[in-house]
């Protein structure tokens, strides 16, 4: 048997988060995104792993969405359209934290299971 090494530079996931309804009809409503995130070396992941844990380095969990997402996909505007990955999307989904959390877990979960794409 052999081995071919190919670098991998993302992984595409599902995230799946609850939110609150805001028609106030339910207590939550069950969503999901479609994530494009960075694909980290080993080396990578413990650097930032190492760096979250610090109380003394500032690095935050957005900033980290912020460097290691590359296309979030499933956002629809109030009227239902689609709603194209920006910046500025990006800023408002990572500083709502009903997503933040969901995004974070997510991309540390599939940096070590999951099957991914070049």
Known sequence: MTFTFQKIDSIET????SSPDPTGKRKKLS???QVEFTKLTVSELNNISDRLNDPEDEYEAQELMRENIINISG???????????SNNLLEMLIDTEYV????VEGFF??????????
């Not at 599902?14 to 988060?17: D, E, I, M, S």
Request: hydrophobic share 35%; no cysteine; net charge neutral.
């Open 14 to 17: 599902t995230v799946k988060f």
């Open 31 to 33: 969503n999901s995104l």
């Open 75 to 85: 956002v629809l505007d109030p009227d239902g359209n689609e709603v194209e990955f």
């Open 100 to 103: 933040l959390s969901p995004l």
């Open 109 to 118: 979960d599939l940096q070590r299971t999951k099957k991914a794409k070049n």
